[in-house]
């Protein structure tokens, strides 16, 4: 598998002009929120596995299966199921001997990231990670700009915690561009998170 | 969370009872086959998760949604899916900073574990892990004498790649007796699988 950078420039001009395009159908297309980052990550996870970098994956949607069908021997129809409440991020997988663990998020908001994109359980999901010394954190897209941050799980937390004592119901874009990491798309992969990831194995490891 | 352990002693013998019953009324439900072990893993990862000792879950079944129905705005309802092929094992996780990767199966047969069990595409993700420096194993139980061994991804994978140049379509039980790790049943958590593991991340840094 080969993949070629056009003169080592970098994507994310163009990549910042296909997002006017993509962010005015998804102004037309709300109910497809949030499609467009799970396609570029798992774009990107692909193209990690091809290379042998790392081995991440997106969870099944979980869901409640109460009647099948089986019209044919070999094939087998759902026909009433229900969507249940996950019970752990979206994605994880292994990189270099290290546990990875993120979700992805994305908002409309253009100065801050609501809060009320993620959920109890994630948050104790994440906590209970790094317990165990996972890396875990968050990848958060401004669809309106563009832009691509990583926030480590310990911050959202602290950010969780506050807005549970009557804080703020939102991360600041200020804040993100202070304690999070920004990212620029490319074209292999379209979200190149591992890069940051490394830098958060350095910097615990500091 | 308190669990007490009764003075100690083994659960074995008294799983060994039980498993009679078990295997007795499985016997006649063929249809479960398999669903004894997941929900025994599942109590152990839930025990496991209580104690802080790990967060491994089980990833829930890749469905193919074609038609959602919302009689109401709250409630969706699935009225058309299909199951899809895993392109993973079933459970995952982190512990103590070590990434966990295993598949659980079991068998009716009593001196040899069928590869038929397994598939491709799970053999092919184990191998990725192992790239990763992962820790990937698969669980096996011998239903009709309730036996449970941990036998390491490497050497299933040498098994599968036999069987692909004509050798044979099973592991003998004596086999597993020598490479694999055979584990008893508990009480809390009935499948105390992390002491295996406890070995395999031992005889690896030797």
Redesign the interface.
């Known amino acids: 598998m080969i993949i070629r950078y056009p003169n080592g420039t970098s994507y994310s001009h163009d990549a910042e002009k296909n997002s006017k395009k993509q962010s005015k159908k998804k102004e037309i297309s709300f109910s497809k929120r949030g499609m467009t980052l799970e396609e570029e990550i798992n774009e990107s996870n692909a193209y990690y596995?091809a290379l042998?970098k790392?081995?991440i994956?997106k969870?099944?949607?979980?869901?409640q299966?109460v009647k099948v069908d089986y019209p044919r021997r070999s094939?087998?129809?759902?026909?009433?199921?229900?969507?249940?409440q996950?019970?752990?991020t979206d994605y994880?997988?292994?990189?270099?001997?290290?546990?990875l663990?993120f979700e992805a998020k994305e908002t409309k908001n253009k100065l801050s990231f609501p809060l009320k994109n993620f959920h109890q359980h994630q948050i104790s999901?994440m906590q209970?990670?790094l317990?165990?010394?996972?890396i875990c954190f968050v990848i958060l897209r401004f669809s309106s700009s563009n832009r691509l941050f990583i926030l480590e799980a310990s911050h959202l937390i602290t950010y969780w915690e506050k807005q549970k004592k009557n804080g703020r119901k939102s991360i600041p874009l200020k804040d993100l561009e202070k304690i999070g990491y920004e990212m620029y798309y490319g074209l292999s992969p379209r979200i190149p998170y591992l890069a940051i990831v490394d830098q958060l194995i350095a910097k615990d490891n500091e």
């Open positions: 596995l042998s790392a081995v994956h969870k099944p949607t979980p869901v299966i094939a087998a129809v759902i026909k009433e199921a229900y969507f249940r996950a019970s752990t994880n997988g292994v990189y270099n001997r290290f546990y663990d999901h209970d990670c317990k165990q010394s996972g």
